[in-house]
């Protein structure tokens, strides 16, 4: 996993938990402390819980001061789902499915 957690690798997580497995446990798999471990598990259910209560969960930073063309939206794009496949594939890997 990497700075940016994909929604699998946090169910994943959320699962291993379910299953009864220790935050230490489930840090050794991803390669994470327990306390990184026990902070995601934090924010996904605090986000969760603001979502079922209606609360509007907004992106994190500053906003755009400028529109982006067709191009620079269609890279970051680009760029986002590479990452996404790198960590599926990372997390294929652990899981011993590759």
């Known amino acids: 996993m990497g700075k940016h957690y994909g929604e699998q690798a946090i169910e994943g997580v959320l ?3 379910g299953e009864g ?3 230490k446990e489930i840090g050794v798999t991803y390669g994470k402390s327990s306390e990184q471990i ?14 079922a209560a209606g609360i509007e969960v907004l ?4 906003p755009r001061t400028r529109n982006l063309t067709k191009e620079q939206e ?3 794009q680009i760029k986002r789902l590479e990452r996404e496949v790198t960590l599926l594939r990372s997390f294929l890997r652990v899981a011993g499915r590759m």
């Open 38 to 51: 026990r902070d995601l598990i934090r924010r996904h259910r605090k986000k969760e819980a603001k979502l």
């Open 74 to 76: 269609m890279g970051l």
């Open 15 to 17: 699962k291993m938990r």
């Open 21 to 23: 497995l220790t935050y």
């Open 59 to 62: 992106p994190k930073g500053r």
